[in-house]
């Protein structure tokens, strides 16, 4: 049976009707047309899916959409500024061409926010550590790697 | 970079149907049945000759490309537009890449074998060549001029005084160059290049970066309904029955299941309810029993006992003696494993079925399809968009079936299909297992005099091709198609001829049929071949007492060749191996005929577990002449890391049943605390035609990773994976 909800997704509240158990995913995706979060597994083993849940990564492909409405949660789109300018995070991984197919690039740049807010100057210890939960099936980890050490210099001269 | 790519934009591109079918002419034959005229031009504009087939003045002057290829994450796009800003000297923001759709760009065939570029991108060179002719030839006739007096820039074309101008619009009056590009066409002289051979940015990775709409998955069309299909128990399972009277009760907005033979699918309001929906008919249906699969038997026996199509590659007289070194190599069954599972849309309306898909051969696909959803090719329109990376034959075009099928039974709707992980690890087509058998002799001075290879391969290639039995739904249907028994078997032995001075060489291939659905997988047999050639090298050059780099120098002629080698030698110099690590390498030329590449690999064995930390990689690669550098890099990078998690994790299993690894725990790849840094460089030769390098490191990263555990620990692992409990020999 379907119920209303009111979520708060990239800082704008929005009222979506779903099944409790609906998983998060489903309703960033078909109900609030948000494409940065992406199925991949639906088994929170690849990343795809990462959404900032009050700011911590999160896989949002099993997660019901009941258990988070009280959160506040974060896609690719809401990290941007409203003049539509970039997170420095998503700078990063434009400028460093960090993609090849791009579509582990959400989980990739989702996590590297996460981790950058918690550790401002990870070593590449920690950025693999903090990284490991994400998939890449291009190998573009070293580009990766790469894009948040530059990061890391861009946020803290 | 600013990107202005909105959603309206997006399915304004991607989902409009206002599609002229008669645009483009002359593309009723498949690349592949095409007849092979191959005259100075690109095959795929030997095949298209015509300008506007590929390129196109929009009315605001902007410049609209053609390509038949699709982007698989390889940056295609990028490449063609930058050969067609460059001949045309515009700028990039000018040009718009139309990716492959039937009826509307060129049929290229299959976007695969590191042949985009070759074909593509040097299509639309020549093209673009021959519109710069055109458009300054009917210039001049326009303003009384000849065309030796007028310059063509920006979208423009002036007298040389800069008094009279015209846009490409102006020129062209609304009419098309329909004109067939000659031969002779003469192309812009290379050292006045602004655009080729420079590392220009890819904009569709701005869009991915703001999450902006440009996947098969990011399609939204009003109305659209959710479906997905119940895969058998077994390859050879038959649907008995299922209950959906269970499934009506427990699931709310299935609006249809659809049932032919054993092809099972379930069409739903919404995508959750779908996949419940899945879940629940995975759980009542009854399949009949199968044949078992050889699961638990030693799999290099199993292979080589199966009934085989043997092919001499090489004759030669070969003679082993007690001086023979004979070593015996394994590749298991690899997965493509893309991270997004296959997605298909479909919608039947008025006729016409109407395709979008991420697919390799989006016009082998609709060639393949007619039998199978009963209509005729002209009825079936098929658009490619961009999809998650393949790396292969995937089973991007089983999902397109599948949305296709389901379409047919729901007209009037766009269906979407989407496969679950689990069915996209159990139900892909894998890059088959592979047994290589050498065995050499070398000569009194410590050089190879004979050699001699036997390998062991199934098919390389079970793509549509434009027959339905090679469609994996095609195969459940109440009237199947039947899946053929052999595929394209060159693919088995290619790179099996060692790339270096072998006076006497055999090589002999036996095809089997094997118990794993299989097809391409990038770089087909070549990873398999180089693995044990390099790894073999490795072998020679011990008992020959040489260093491994300087013992395959000394049987190499190509100087290209040699070139990768000695740079790569150049760029390790300052390496030291410390305790336990171990620094190895490998050379291939990919196909014997295409790219250059060598790789070094770094890593460390811990003497306790075997465990093996992967450190650093490096690769050169010569691909002739580079359009991106930045975007053979990246390819380069992302081939090494991939063929290193292959190396060093990945075996599909599977047990009497099925496949048994069927997601990422059971199935592991790289994470990033196992990945190595890379670094590459490029070997550039923008004299030379350029060789596609899309697939040149996956062959020589696995014999420098085996390699480099050798000299780590004196273990020589010839059977792929190279993983810790075979080190540790428990």
Not at chain 2, 203 to 210: A, E, L, N, T
Not at chain 2, 388 to 415: E, I, T
Request: proline share 5%; aromatic share 8%; hydrophobic share 35%.
């Amino acid at each position: 049976m379907k119920e209303t909800f009111s979520l708060k997704v990239n800082g704008q509240t929005h009222t979506v009707e779903a099944e409790p158990d609906t998983p998060l995913l489903y309703v960033l995706r078909n109900q609030l047309e948000l494409n940065g979060p992406k199925f991949g597994c639906g088994l929170e083993q690849c990343g795809a899916c990462m959404v900032l849940l009050d700011g911590k990564a999160n896989p949002s492909c099993r997660i019901p959409v009941v258990g988070v409405k009280d959160m506040s949660i974060t896609t690719l789109k809401g990290l941007m500024q409203q003049d539509g300018s970039l997170h420095p995070v998503q700078q990063v991984f434009e400028k460093g061409q960090t993609a090849q197919c791009g579509y582990c690039l959400n989980g990739m740049i989702i996590s590297a926010v996460a981790l950058l807010e918690e550790n401002p100057q990870p070593d590449e210890a920690a950025i693999r550590e903090g990284m490991q939960r994400v998939l890449c099936r291009c190998g573009t980890h070293t580009r990766v790697i790469r894009a948040i050490q530059s990061a890391t210099e861009t946020t803290n001269p | 970079m600013k990107s202005t790519y909105t959603r309206r934009k997006f399915l304004r591109d991607t989902g409009g149907l206002t599609v002229a079918f008669t645009l483009f002419s002359g593309c009723g034959l498949s690349a592949e049945k095409a007849p092979a005229v191959e005259g100075e031009l690109p095959g795929s504009l030997s095949r298209n000759p015509k300008v506007n087939a590929w390129l196109q003045i929009l009315e605001d002057g902007r410049v609209h490309v053609y390509t038949g290829k699709i982007e698989l994450g390889q940056g295609i796009r990028t490449a063609v537009a930058q050969m067609a800003a460059e001949e045309l000297s515009t700028d990039m923001d000018m040009i718009e890449v139309h990716l492959v759709e039937t009826g509307v760009t060129p049929d290229e065939g299959y976007t695969a074998g590191s042949g985009s570029i070759i074909n593509s991108a040097m299509s639309v060179r020549y093209a673009a060549a021959y519109a710069r002719t055109l458009l300054l030839e009917r210039a001049a006739k326009k303003l009384g001029t000849s065309a030796d007096k007028l310059t063509l820039a920006d979208g423009e074309v002036a007298t040389s005084d800069g008094q009279q101008k015209l846009t490409f619009a102006e020129i062209l009056d609304g009419e098309q160059l329909e004109e067939e590009v000659p031969a002779s066409v003469t192309l812009k002289p290379k050292k006045d290049y602004q655009w080729v051979g420079k590392p220009i940015p890819r904009p569709d990775i701005s869009q991915m970066v703001r999450g902006e709409p440009f996947y098969i998955q990011d399609l939204r069309f009003p109305g659209m309904v959710y479906a997905r299909v119940v895969r058998p128990s077994a390859y050879q399972a038959e649907l008995l029955e299922f209950d959906e009277a269970v499934l009506k009760q427990q699931v709310s907005g299935v609006l249809k299941v659809v049932r032919n033979g054993s092809f099972l699918g379930v069409i739903t309001e919404d995508e959750y309810q779908a996949e419940k929906a899945q879940r629940i008919l995975q759980s009542n249906a009854k399949w009949s029993e199968a044949s078992a699969l050889p699961g638990g038997l030693d799999l290099v026996d199993h292979l080589k006992s199966l009934p085989a199509n043997s092919e001499a590659v090489e004759e030669a007289d070969f003679q082993a003696d007690e001086n023979t070194l004979k070593a015996n190599y394994f590749k298991p069954y690899i997965m493509h494993g893309a991270i997004g599972p296959s997605c298909g849309i479909a919608l039947y309306e008025d006729g016409q079925l109407h395709v979008w898909s991420n697919s390799q051969g989006i016009y082998p696909l609709r060639n393949a399809m007619p039998e199978v959803v009963g209509l005729t090719a002209e009825n079936i329109h098929i658009k490619g968009v961009p999809g998650s990376g393949c790396y292969g034959h995937n089973a991007s075009d089983d999902a397109a079936v599948d949305a296709a099928l389901l379409a047919m039974a729901y007209p009037g709707k766009h269906v979407r299909v989407q496969w679950s992980r689990e069915d996209e690890h159990g139900w892909e087509p894998f890059g088959t297992a592979m047994v290589m058998e050498l065995a050499a002799n070398l000569d009194a001075n410590g050089k190879i005099a004979t050699w001699r290879t036997e390998l062991w391969s199934d098919s390389h290639s079970t793509r549509p091709s434009g027959d339905p039995g090679n469609l994996l739904t095609a195969h459940y249907l109440k009237n199947p198609f039947a899946k053929k028994s052999y595929g394209y078997s060159g693919g088995g032995y290619r790179n099996s001829q060692p790339y270096y001075t072998v006076p006497q060489l055999k090589v002999d291939a036996h095809f089997f049929e094997g118990p794993l659905r299989v097809s391409s997988l990038r770089s087909l047999g070549a990873y398999a071949n180089i693995f044990a050639i390099e790894s073999f090298m490795d072998e020679l050059a011990e008992k020959a007492g040489k260093d491994p780099l300087e013992f395959r120098l000394m049987h190499s002629e190509d100087p290209r060749g040699i070139a990768v080698m000695k740079k790569l030698q150049e760029m390790t110099q300052g390496q030291s191996a410390g305790e336990g690590e171990g620094l190895g390498y490998a050379f291939s030329r990919y196909k014997n005929s295409a790219s250059y590449c060598a790789v070094a690999a770094k890593l460390k064995v811990d003497s306790g577990s075997g465990k093996i930390q992967m450190q650093r990689m490096w690769g050169v690669i010569d691909a002739g002449e580079t359009i991106n550098p930045d975007g053979l890099k990246n390819q380069t990078e992302g081939g090494m890391i991939q063929s290193a998690s292959w190396t060093l994790r990945e075996e599909v299993l599977f047990n009497e049943q099925h496949v048994t690894s069927r997601n990422w725990d059971t199935y592991p790849i790289f994470r990033f605390p196992d990945v190595p840094l890379v670094e590459v460089a490029i070997i550039d030769r923008p004299e030379e035609p350029a060789l596609g390098g899309g697939e040149a490191a996956q062959a020589p990263s696995s014999a420098a990773i085996a390699n480099a555990v050798y000299r780590a620990c004196g273990k020589r692992i010839r059977h792929l994976p190279v993983t810790p409990e075979k080190i540790t020999g428990s």
